[in-house]
């Protein structure tokens, strides 16, 4: 991928997407970061001019769950179709990096969370080692986009709830194993799912964690709600693809209902949604934005190594056999009705899915309809969702030791930004005409 990196760029008659409005107007990048907008700035000489000719200017997308894309697996390393296997040798695995994060650059994604599945400690311990070296060494420049490292199967405890995920591989809530995974990916685990019910140890484990700035999750839980607020209590903050997982619902008021109802009554909670339609109806979507506020909503793509490859249809994945739709639209755990295996979703496949829902009169399960936004309202909606909210949630909105803050356009915040034409393509599909990582224009 080429990329250039000049002083100072000026985009001109874009429509920007702030936190709050769209305004008419330019935006300079300096350096690596978001110099001034305005509705009208004049260029200096040398500065390289880019005409938006009206297209919308966005910050870059964060996706906090995902694992890999483009035949690479964050937890496994490259897909061999022929052997059905998964080579994890040094060089592979970091050029698989370099793969997935070019390909969600590509679709909007300008922060990624390298996302685990439930596997033998050892295996995790090597893929953290090479993230690590992948972040100190940067190889392609392009080290700035992945955030960090989401641990997501390893403390699932209920194999009834194991979704994807193989329970062979499911540990005891341990501060020791924790200490150690986090070790070797030297300090980039941002966020651990520890469903509630593991008792003390995951409320220790959950107390450890907060204490030191690792979000603490909950998902693939069969947790009640009483234990459910107990973590909260002790910190947990973020639910786990909410709807899926699965989860425990609990209708009667016997322990406070389940999971599900904890999550979507506690303020503290952030909601994972993956919205590519299929994981979640886009009615329950809609009321999980109206009932959390936009504030607490969090989209992901839970994007699969399947992600971005057009030849494979069937699969294996830590044990677990996984086949494509027929329409190509999803995955599935084989032979079974409908559990789904992660998502083939995109970024920006999300994004243009949430502005289509979002801008029409729909309506919902619960809340009976939901009035459409106008275009602008929904763009200030849907850029809080997809980049303010989980910047927020991994304090990725301050200052890093590694750079500025980033998940909006503010003065000072790191130049991540998307120029964006939101007239319907032959596909249907908005697109991504210009994408800047940290002030380079990756194209
Ligand atoms: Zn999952």
Same mark, same amino acid.
């Given at each position: 991928? #080429?990329?250039?990196?000049? @002083?100072?760029?000026?985009? &001109?008659?874009?429509?920007?997407?702030?936190?709050?409005?769209?305004?008419?107007?330019?935006?300079?990048?300096?350096?690596?970061?978001?110099? #001034?907008?305005?509705?009208?700035?004049?260029?200096?000489?040398? @500065?390289?001019?880019?005409?938006?000719?009206?297209?919308?200017?966005?910050?870059?997308?964060?996706?906090?769950?995902?694992?890999?894309?483009?035949?690479?697996?964050?937890?496994?390393?490259?897909?061999?179709?022929?052997?059905?296997?998964?080579?994890?040798?040094?060089?592979?695995?970091?050029?698989?990096?370099? !793969?997935?994060?070019?390909?969600?650059?590509?679709?909007?994604?300008?922060?990624?969370?390298?996302?685990?599945?439930?596997?033998?400690?050892?295996?995790?311990?090597? $893929?953290?080692?090479?993230?690590?070296?992948?972040?100190?060494?940067?190889?392609?420049?392009?080290?700035?986009?992945?955030?960090? %490292?989401?641990? #997501?199967?390893?403390?699932?405890?209920?194999?009834?709830?194991?979704?994807?995920?193989?329970? @062979?591989? *499911?540990?005891?809530?341990?501060? !020791?194993?924790?200490? =150690?995974?986090?070790?070797?990916?030297?300090?980039?685990?941002? %966020?651990?799912?520890?469903?509630?019910?593991?008792?003390?140890?995951?409320?220790?484990?959950?107390?450890?964690?907060?204490?030191?700035?690792?979000?603490?999750?909950?998902?693939?839980?069969? $947790?009640?709600?009483?234990?459910?607020?107990?973590?909260?209590?002790?910190?947990?903050?973020?639910?786990?693809?909410? *709807?899926?997982?699965?989860? =425990?619902?609990?209708?009667?008021?016997?322990?406070?209902?389940?999971?599900?109802? $904890?999550?979507?009554?506690?303020?503290?909670?952030?909601?994972?949604?993956?919205?590519?339609?299929?994981?979640?109806?886009?009615?329950?979507?809609?009321?999980? %934005? &109206?009932?959390?506020?936009?504030? !607490?909503?969090?989209?992901?793509?839970?994007?699969?190594?399947?992600?971005?490859?057009?030849?494979?249809?069937?699969?294996?994945?830590?044990?677990?056999?996984?086949?494509?739709?027929?329409?190509?639209?999803?995955?599935?755990?084989?032979?079974?009705?409908?559990?789904?295996?992660?998502?083939?979703?995109?970024?920006?496949?999300?994004?243009?899915?949430?502005?289509?829902?979002?801008?029409?009169?729909?309506?919902?399960?619960?809340?009976?309809?939901?009035?459409?936004?106008?275009?602008? @309202?929904?763009?200030?909606?849907?850029?809080?969702?997809?980049?303010?909210?989980?910047?927020?949630?991994?304090?990725?909105?301050?200052?890093?030791?590694?750079?500025?803050?980033?998940?909006?356009?503010?003065?000072?915040?790191?130049?991540?930004?998307?120029?964006?034409?939101?007239?319907?393509?032959?596909?249907?599909?908005?697109?991504?005409?210009?994408?800047?990582?940290?002030?380079?224009?990756?194209?």
């Amino acid at each position: 991928m #080429e990329t250039t990196l000049v @002083e100072s760029t000026l985009i &001109q008659n874009g429509f920007l997407v702030l936190p709050d409005r769209v305004i008419k107007g330019d935006l300079r990048l300096s350096g690596k970061r978001i110099q #001034e907008f305005n509705t009208q700035l004049s260029p200096m000489a040398d @500065e390289r001019i880019l005409d938006a000719g009206g297209a919308y200017i966005l910050p870059g997308f964060i996706d906090i769950h995902n694992h890999g894309a483009v035949g690479f697996d964050f937890t496994l390393g490259a897909y061999d179709q022929e052997k059905d296997w998964f080579n994890k040798d040094d060089t592979v695995y970091l050029e698989g990096i370099t !793969r997935a994060l070019e390909y969600f650059l590509k679709q909007g994604a300008t922060r990624i969370l390298a996302t685990t599945l439930a596997a033998p400690p050892t295996d995790l311990i090597q $893929a953290f080692h090479l993230l690590n070296d992948y972040l100190g060494t940067d190889p392609a420049g392009l080290a700035i986009a992945l955030a960090g %490292i989401n641990l #997501e199967g390893t403390f699932i405890k209920d194999a009834a709830f194991a979704g994807a995920q193989n329970p @062979e591989y *499911f540990q005891s809530a341990s501060a !020791r194993l924790f200490d =150690r995974l986090q070790d070797a990916s030297g300090g980039n685990i941002r %966020i651990v799912n520890i469903p509630p019910e593991h008792g003390i140890p995951g409320l220790e484990l959950t107390s450890h964690l907060s204490g030191q700035g690792v979000i603490v999750a909950g998902g693939h839980s069969g $947790a009640y709600g009483t234990a459910t607020h107990q973590a909260i209590d002790k910190g947990l903050r973020l639910a786990v693809h909410y *709807f899926n997982g699965p989860n =425990r619902q609990s209708y009667k008021s016997f322990s406070h209902n389940g999971a599900m109802e $904890a999550f979507l009554v506690r303020d503290e909670v952030s909601l994972e949604l993956i919205v590519d339609g299929f994981h979640v109806d886009p009615a329950y979507v809609l009321d999980a %934005i &109206q009932r959390k506020g936009i504030d !607490r909503i969090i989209p992901i793509t839970d994007s699969l190594f399947i992600n971005g490859s057009d030849t494979i249809n069937a699969f294996s994945l830590a044990g677990i056999p996984g086949q494509v739709s027929a329409d190509k639209q999803y995955l599935k755990v084989a032979g079974q009705m409908d559990t789904l295996f992660g998502s083939i979703l995109t970024p920006l496949k999300g994004f243009t899915n949430l502005l289509d829902w979002m801008t029409h009169d729909r309506n919902g399960i619960w809340i009976k309809t939901h009035s459409g936004h106008s275009k602008h @309202e929904a763009l200030v909606m849907i850029s809080r969702m997809m980049s303010g909210n989980p910047a927020r949630l991994l304090g990725l909105d301050k200052d890093q030791s590694t750079g500025a803050a980033t998940g909006m356009i503010a003065q000072g915040y790191s130049a991540d930004i998307l120029v964006m034409d939101l007239t319907q393509s032959d596909q249907g599909m908005p697109s991504i005409r210009h994408c800047f990582l940290a002030g380079k224009m990756i194209y």
